[in-house]
């Protein structure tokens, strides 16, 4: 008898922990109670017999390999391990083992990720060191990205935070729709209060009261400027304790096993497009063709088979990242995109949320075998893009597609402009406070179509920009600034 290997998920675990300080864990101790949690939600505990692999995403802890740790904690034995630094597609991990899992490779898979970032800010409130757990043997694999992220221009005007690209992004979208500033704004802050009442009934989310659109729209003391137009409830909340966990095994495990037929969910699809084009050299900035293709592939997945995807957890770092994945999965409707309530409400631990909002759509479909789910993903600044169908009822295999070939045939990057002054049209640009207060970036495009970044501390500019639209003006440059 030919045994079936199609990929299953049958143990899942998401926890947040709130409190005071002595109640806050490590990420370490966090992965492991997601494990213990993942391995006794599948109902058999011999599903540790058939682990060989937990992959882990990087997360802003030191160990070297937790992995190792927790399996020799849970008693799994025989097993390698992997990190994942932050530039690959946390669906990524999904995929290897589902892929890895059809092909006969593996039995089973455990991916775990963990944060204790808001354990590091009680402590520095509280004046205390915060200790983890020494792990200094590495593992069995790192994986990391090709290309950098960012480019060295951006950065430095920039920096590391993500929240710049993004609001730069966020404008180029406001102008292609031709909204007002105005308009949009109270739109993506409608968006978020919407989100913020799905966080609410989440019972793993990070916030326990729903805001308006109005506490969105304006900052306050609790909702300072970021990066115009972005808000602190805007953004992404990384400053969380929380950690997930997913086993994932093929079928005859399962059978074998005998999990019941109610904890298991198929991923079906997944499409991944790792295209690397900094976000200043993209033709389009806000429709990469990446993006589009692995999109296209979905949607021409579920037309071919007839599916109609019901549910969503569309990756929600920032307003644009959403508003993004809607236009490409061609929504019309623009709410009710999360299961989870979104990264700035349900919390976004770093380089794991993706693992968070499957884990949720997973347990969405366990409810109601009606739904069909669709998560997607990020890593960078919309640099690459994933997305990936969940059901109840499995296919005769899980499809797989990296366009990533087809997007850098077609989608070249541009060039850095080497003109040191002259006229260009805005394409993109905020507004940040640094020391030495506000300071506008604007991405532009010379008269050779090549790129360049601008600043200006102007505040007669800087007023305007904030109320008059930008994108599209004509400028003049000299050297670094707009003049």
């Not at 031709?178 to 949009?184: A, F, L, Q, R, T």
């Not at 003391?221 to 086993?247: D, E, G, M, R």
């Not at 074998?256 to 033709?283: D, G, Q, W």
């Not at 532009?444 to 500019?461: A, G, P, Q």
Request: aromatic share 8%; net charge positive.
């Amino acid at each position: 008898m030919q045994k079936n290997k199609t990929p299953v998920v049958i143990g899942v675990s998401s926890i947040t922990q709130k409190g005071s300080y002595e109640d806050l864990d490590e990420a370490l101790i966090l992965m492991d109670m997601a494990t213990k949690n993942a391995i006794k939600n599948c109902g058999n505990n011999d599903i540790k017999k058939y682990i060989n692999e937990i992959s882990i995403p990087k997360g802003y802890w030191r160990y070297r390999d937790p992995g190792n740790w927790i399996a020799e904690n849970n008693n799994i034995k025989n097993i390698k391990t992997s990190i994942t630094k932050v530039g690959v597609l946390q669906q990524n991990l999904i995929n290897k083992a589902a892929l890895k899992i059809q092909e006969g490779s593996i039995n089973a898979s455990l991916i775990i990720g963990g944060e204790s970032r808001y354990k590091r800010v009680i402590a520095s409130k509280l004046g205390k060191k915060y200790i983890e757990t020494e792990l200094n043997i590495n593992p069995d694999e790192y994986i990391k990205s090709e290309s950098e992220l960012r480019l060295d221009e951006e950065e430095q005007v920039l920096g590391e935070m993500a929240v710049g690209y993004y609001s730069i992004l966020e404008s180029a979208y406001r102008a292609s729709k031709k909204n007002s500033i105005k308009d949009h704004n109270k739109n993506i802050a409608e968006l978020y209060e919407g989100f913020s009442k799905i966080a609410v009934n989440n019972k793993k989310s990070w916030v326990s009261e729903p805001l308006t659109s109005k506490d969105i729209l304006e900052a306050s003391n609790t909702n300072p400027k970021q990066s115009f137009p972005y808000n602190k409830f805007h953004c992404t909340t990384w400053n969380v304790n929380q950690s997930s966990a997913l086993i994932i095994c093929s079928e005859d495990i399962a059978d074998k096993l005998n999990i019941a037929y109610e904890k298991r969910v198929y991923p079906l699809a997944s499409s991944e497009s790792n295209n690397m084009i900094p976000t200043l050299l993209r033709r389009k900035l806000i429709d990469p063709l990446g993006m589009k293709l692995a999109a296209k592939y979905i949607l021409d997945f579920c037309k071919t088979y007839n599916i109609q995807p019901n549910s969503y957890d569309l990756y929600s770092c920032f307003p644009v990242a959403v508003q993004m994945f809607a236009d490409a999965l061609k929504l019309k409707d623009k709410q009710d995109l999360t299961v989870t309530g979104g990264m700035a409400f349900a919390g976004g631990p770093l380089n794991h949320y993706v693992m968070t909002s499957t884990v949720k759509m997973i347990e969405e479909i366990r409810n109601d075998i009606s739904k069909v789910g669709i998560v997607t993903g990020v890593s960078g600044m919309m640099t690459k893009q994933s997305f990936a169908l969940w059901a109840k009822k499995p296919l005769d295999k899980f499809y797989f597609k990296d366009v990533s070939l087809d997007a850098n045939s077609l989608d070249k990057p541009l060039k850095i402009s080497n003109q040191s002054n002259g006229k260009a049209i805005v394409i993109g640009y905020t507004v940040i406070n640094d020391n030495k207060g506000p300071k506008a970036i604007l991405y532009v495009e010379d008269l050779n179509n090549d790129r360049k970044i601008l600043i200006s501390r102007d505040n007669k500019y800087i007023n305007d920009m904030e109320k008059n639209e930008w994108v599209g003006k004509k400028i003049d440059f000299n050297g670094r600034y707009l003049v």
